[in-house]
């Protein structure tokens, strides 16, 4: 699975950023969908998952109440809406596929990565 991420870029503390990622490769629907993220010096974390149907979603606690993932099987897109954003959620995102057929936060369960995307929220 080849995995491209878009969307990101620098946005004032309160306001919205939606992150897009297009899956090529392998049948987008036999595959769970996740966003991680990574800040500078620290280690990369769980953001969202979703499962192959879209009905099993994980959030970090983190950013639960705040960003949406959701995904589009006709479109092979996995999309995260984040909403509220805060100076701390500043981070290159990355999407990650995995060929479990649940959700996982575990980033060594993720077989696939995409280049990431980097958001910059200013306060």
């Known amino acids: 699975v080849q995995l491209q991420a878009s969307g990101g870029g620098l946005v004032q503390a309160g306001g919205s950023l939606r992150l897009s990622c297009a899956a090529s490769?392998?049948?987008?629907?036999?595959?769970?969908m996740g966003w991680f993220r990574q800040a500078p010096g620290k280690e990369r974390e769980f953001v969202a998952a979703?499962?192959?149907?879209?009905?099993?979603?994980k959030y970090a606690d983190s950013v639960k109440g705040r960003f949406t993932i959701s995904r589009d099987n006709a479109k092979n897109t996995v999309y995260l809406q984040m909403n509220s954003l805060k100076p701390g959620d500043t981070a290159i995102y990355y999407c990650?596929?995995?060929?479990?057929?649940?959700?996982?936060?575990?980033?060594?369960?993720?077989?696939?990565w995409g280049q990431g995307t980097l958001v910059t929220v200013s306060s």
């Open positions: 990650a596929a995995s060929l479990l057929l649940g959700t996982t936060k575990r980033v060594h369960e993720y077989h696939y």
């Open positions: 979703i499962n192959v149907s879209g009905g099993g979603i």
């Open positions: 490769g392998r049948a987008f629907s036999s595959v769970a």
